[in-house]
Nanobody, 124 residues
């Protein structure tokens, strides 16, 4: 599946932003989809994931501020980001793969398809 991430931009701290990850070529049925982010000069880290069953997992520190969801047609996965902070500034990537077991949802190596990334900049 090919992925297209969008929705990034410049936003002031405290505001919200919603990222989208659209699938082309097929739907996300039977796929797990995740968001990762990479801040400048740092490694890429897990943000959130949604299994094909609808089960969601989050990086602990982001619970309550970020929400991952998908549309009913299973063609787009969203990342709603609220109360944004300057430290949320990063390039956000979506990734997808079929048959990701629960314990691997936060692992980059579990995902075979990656989007191109969308830049989120949070100003103070």
């Amino acid at each position: 599946v090919q992925l297209q991430a969008s929705g990034g931009g410049l936003v002031q701290a405290g505001n919200s932003l919603r990222l989208s990850c659209a699938a082309s070529g097929r739907t996300f049925s039977r796929y797990s989809v995740a968001w990762f982010r990479q801040a400048p000069g740092k490694e890429r880290l897990f943000v959130a994931a949604i299994k094909w069953s609808g089960h969601t997992v989050y990086e602990d520190s982001l619970k309550g501020r970020f929400t991952i969801s998908r549309d009913s047609a299973k063609t787009t996965v969203y990342l709603q980001m609220n109360s944004l902070k300057p430290e949320d500034t990063a390039v956000y990537y979506c990734a997808a793969s079929p048959s990701v077991i629960h314990s691997n949802l936060g692992s980059q190596t579990a995902y075979h398809s990656w989007g191109q990334g969308t830049l989120v900049t949070v100003s103070s």
